[in-house]
């Protein structure tokens, strides 16, 4: 089994800057898309929404409210992936979550969840 951990939340004040961890672990050959996910408290899993994707080439993709602030990375010899969040406003605050793709059998692709880290923006 995958495991994703992730690290890197916690309490910063508005304007301030956090870096969000996501490692990879376990039988792994190859990731295809990795993402981060935030959810509003007392949705399900499915709500959650996209605040960047970055793909096995590099590709990038952003919600419009992050983009210019937040900036994410991948290393795929180290299957560990990086949100680099500045100037950070309250309306961020929410639980983190990655997600990492990898591919299986006859084309098969199965998602990958980690725990999720609180980020609490203060004003």
């Known amino acids: 089994q995958v495991q994703l951990v992730e690290s890197g939340g916690g309490l910063v004040q508005a304007g301030g800057s956090l870096r969000l961890s996501c490692v990879a672990s376990g039988s792994i050959f190859s990731i295809n898309d990795m993402g981060w996910y935030r959810q509003a408290a007392g949705k399900q899993r499915e709500q959650r929404a996209l605040?960047?994707?970055?793909?096995?080439?590099?590709?990038?993709n952003y919600a419009d409210s992050v983009k210019g602030r937040f900036t994410i990375s991948r290393d795929n010899a180290k299957n560990t992936m990086w949100l680099q969040m500045n100037g950070l406003k309250p309306e961020d605050t929410d639980v983190y979550y990655c997600?990492?793709?990898?591919?299986?059998?006859?084309?098969?692709?199965?998602?990958?969840w980690g725990q999720g880290t609180q980020v609490t923006v203060s004003s």
């Open positions: 605040v960047a994707s970055i793909t096995s080439g590099g590709s990038t």
């Open positions: 997600k990492a793709t990898l591919p299986s059998a006859w084309s098969y692709a199965y998602d990958f």
